[in-house]
């Protein structure tokens, strides 16, 4: 897959050298090209000697409790120099559990590391070598910001243990955020909790031992930190960390040991059609605001519950992940804008509002989890949580029973195997007759799945649905 890839970029930058070349002749063609592919191999030869290969060493845990044994595990990463005392950049799932970390210079010389800290949240990690000798050389860093989608893109690093790689590509999309997320057949496992996403992505081929590795334009300036692949039959695509997102937050590691980032205090899900058409609303693609929590930065902004964000700060927001990356990418303290559409008296209203975001900590090495607790209301909760309307029915054997009015697909309602017409009779053993009954007991349960009975046609269902 990858070398046809390749066979068809050189293939274009043929062309394109015989379109610039006109009517000068294929010699004349021939040398645009060669004088681009001296643009590349200039810039590998300068970037080169700052990239690290890094073999990483440790040991997971593996039986059952009391049983417990730990096995070797070996691994390979790439990182680069950013300091001339040896402080490398990577990410932090190359080094994560590190026993030992070995670097291996583009001379052939050897050293080895310590971590200084990592950060899980947005996957960036700085390690640094013990005894850094002298003279080294250190990767010129460029910006991310004024990035741009098909500009070219080289990626170095050791893919699949082949150090001193480089492949070739372009930028193909730019805040990337739901990185982790399986989309089709799309997925990138282990990255479903990095809640920090800005990433840039690409076509430049990239393979497991990429990692950590830079991603650098034309001039040889690094652009980005290679991270993620999404890998599918016949196809995939790469992930990087802007630059200047990973300096930010290296930055902070260095000094600190921590990550601040910017937190708006709500807590949200995605919008969709089928929520739409529940409540009778034509808004579309969005992140909508399930809670606002009381002093947060959006509550002073004016916020609302069931308000659905569509920009933050110039970005289009999609989902709730495009959300959470835009705010927590944004600098703290300072104003920016968000819009928002909000339904009043049965009418969708665009809102303009200002926020200034407070700041988070986020704990070192590990993916923190939201400290708020739940403020559910009852009847917009459950369509939001389980995809699911309700209501009472005069004509049922008990007209305080709850009867099923609408249902989302795929929510957790559907996946329950509810219908339309489905009289609830009890859940977890309790007879509820209203929405705040059935919220009420929903949340008073541990149950992962809880027990559901309703009344279908005349006979008694047991089915189960998912706790939020």
């Known amino acids: 897959m990858f070398m046809k890839k390749w066979i068809g970029t050189a293939v274009l930058v043929l062309v394109l050298g015989l379109a610039i070349a006109g009517s000068a002749g294929a010699t004349d063609a021939v040398e645009q090209v060669r004088a681009f592919e001296e643009v590349l191999v200039q810039v590998v030869e300068t970037t080169q000697p700052a990239v690290v290969t890094l073999e990483v060493s440790g040991s997971e845990k593996h039986g059952l409790p009391g049983l417990e044994r730990f096995m070797p595990?070996?691994?390979?990463?790439?990182?680069?120099?950013?300091?001339?005392?040896?402080?490398?950049?990577?990410?932090?799932?190359?080094?994560?559990?590190?026993?030992r970390i070995d670097v291996?210079?583009?001379?052939?010389?050897?050293?080895?590391?310590?971590?200084?800290?990592?950060?899980?949240?947005?996957?960036?990690?700085v390690i640094r070598m013990i005894d850094a000798p002298e003279g080294l050389p250190i990767a010129q860093l460029g910006t991310s910001e004024d990035l741009r989608i098909?500009?070219?893109?080289?990626?170095?690093?050791?893919?699949?243990?082949?150090?001193?790689?480089?492949?070739?590509?372009?930028?193909?999309?730019?805040?990337?955020?739901?990185?982790?997320?399986?989309?089709?057949?799309?997925?990138?496992?282990?990255?479903?909790?990095?809640?920090?996403?800005?990433?840039?992505?690409?076509?430049?081929?990239?393979?497991?031992?990429?990692?950590?590795?830079?991603?650098?334009?034309?001039?040889?300036?690094?652009?980005?930190?290679?991270?993620?692949?999404?890998?599918?039959?016949?196809?995939?695509?790469g992930f990087a960390i802007p630059i200047d997102l990973a300096t930010k937050i290296a930055k902070q590691l260095i000094a600190n040991g921590k990550v601040t980032v910017g937190d708006l205090g709500v807590r949200m899900t995605d919008n969709n059609p089928s929520l739409d058409e529940v409540w009778g609303r034509s808004i579309g693609q969005g992140a909508l605001i399930t809670e606002v929590y009381d002093g947060g930065s959006a509550a002073r902004a004016g916020m609302e519950e069931d308000d659905v964000v569509v920009t933050f700060a110039d970005r289009k927001i999609r989902t709730e992940a495009d959300l959470m990356s835009a705010y927590r990418t944004a600098p703290v303290g300072t104003p920016v804008q968000l819009t928002a559409w909000r339904t009043e008296r049965g009418e969708d209203v665009l809102k303009t509002m200002t926020v200034t975001l407070e700041a988070r900590t986020?704990?070192?090495?590990?993916?923190?989890?939201?400290?708020?607790?739940?403020?559910?209301?009852?009847?917009?909760?459950?369509?939001?949580?389980?995809?699911?309307?309700?209501?009472?029915?005069?004509?049922?054997?008990?007209?305080?029973?709850?009867?099923?009015?609408?249902?989302?697909?795929?929510?957790?309602?559907?996946?329950?195997?509810?219908?339309?017409?489905?009289?609830?009779?009890?859940?977890?053993?309790?007879?509820?007759?209203?929405?705040?009954?059935?919220?009420?007991?929903l949340l008073g349960t541990s149950k992962e799945f809880v027990p559901?009975?309703?009344?279908?046609?005349?006979?008694?269902?047991?089915?189960?649905?998912?706790?939020?």
Do not use: C
């Not at 691994?75 to 300091?83: A, C, K, P, Q, Y």
């Not at 009867?403 to 195997?417: E, F, L, Y």
């Not at 279908?456 to 047991?462: A, L, M, S, V």
């Open 362 to 441: 986020l704990e070192p090495g590990a993916a923190s989890t939201e400290a708020h607790t739940l403020k559910p209301g009852p009847g917009k909760w459950i369509a939001r949580e389980l995809g699911l309307t309700m209501g009472s029915d005069g004509k049922a054997r008990n007209p305080n029973n709850l009867v099923v009015r609408s249902i989302v697909p795929h929510s957790k309602a559907d996946q329950a195997g509810l219908e339309i017409g489905d009289v609830v009779v009890a859940l977890n053993d309790v007879e509820v007759d209203s929405d705040e009954e059935f919220q009420k007991t």
């Open 73 to 99: 595990v070996d691994g390979m990463g790439t990182g680069f120099i950013i300091e001339a005392d040896g402080t490398i950049l990577t990410n932090h799932h190359v080094v994560d559990g590190a026993d």
């Open 104 to 125: 291996l210079l583009a001379d052939g010389r050897r050293f080895k590391a310590e971590v200084i800290a990592t950060s899980a949240e947005s996957d960036v990690g």
């Open 150 to 237: 098909g500009q070219y893109a080289i990626a170095l690093g050791a893919p699949l243990g082949y150090d001193r790689s480089v492949t070739f590509g372009h930028v193909s999309g730019l805040h990337r955020a739901s990185v982790g997320r399986q989309m089709g057949p799309f997925f990138a496992p282990g990255f479903e909790h990095i809640t920090v996403q800005d990433f840039i992505q690409v076509d430049t081929p990239i393979n497991p031992g990429n990692s950590g590795g830079p991603l650098v334009d034309l001039d040889g300036r690094v652009i980005g930190i290679n991270s993620a692949i999404a890998d599918a039959p016949g196809g995939g695509m």
């Open 452 to 468: 559901l009975v309703v009344e279908r046609g005349g006979k008694k269902q047991y089915l189960a649905i998912e706790r939020p």
